[in-house]
Nanobody
Framework: QVQLVESGGGLVQAGGSLRLSCTGS????????MGWYRQAPGKQRELVAT???????NYADSVKGRFTISRDKAKNTVYLQMNSLKPEDTAVYYC??????????WGKGTLVTVSS
């Protein structure tokens, strides 16, 4: 099992920025797949951005050019830098870790609210 703790959510005006953090209970960022997902009220959870163990990244079309996923191996932490936020980015953001030995592991989420 891997415990994941997200932080950094909050209320921000449209056009503003936030940085989310996801810290793992043990070494995760260099051994598996890490991703940020979000779930808006009444909608399904969707992928936002991922970073693989080799550092390759992937983004949802809706956030390309605005969000950046990065990792700090020494801190066992993955970040999501979110710029030019829009009201439609409002959601609970979840961190996910995947490795063959433990399967999918999820954090409890952090709420991001973007006001217009």
């Amino acid at each position: 099992q891997v415990q994941l703790v997200e932080s950094g959510g909050g209320l921000v005006q449209a056009g503003g920025s936030l940085r989310l953090s996801c810290t793992g209970s043990r070494s995760i960022v260099s051994t598996g797949y890490m991703g940020w997902y979000r779930q808006a009220p009444g909608k399904q959870r969707e992928l936002v951005a991922t970073v693989d163990s080799d550092g390759s990244t992937n983004y949802a079309d809706s956030v390309k050019g605005r969000f950046t996923i990065s990792r700090d191996k020494a801190k066992n932490t993955v970040y999501l830098q979110m710029n030019s936020l829009k009201p439609e980015d409002t959601a609970v953001y979840y961190c996910k870790y995947f490795h063959l030995t433990v399967g999918d592991q999820w954090g409890k989420g952090t709420l991001v609210t973007v006001s217009s």
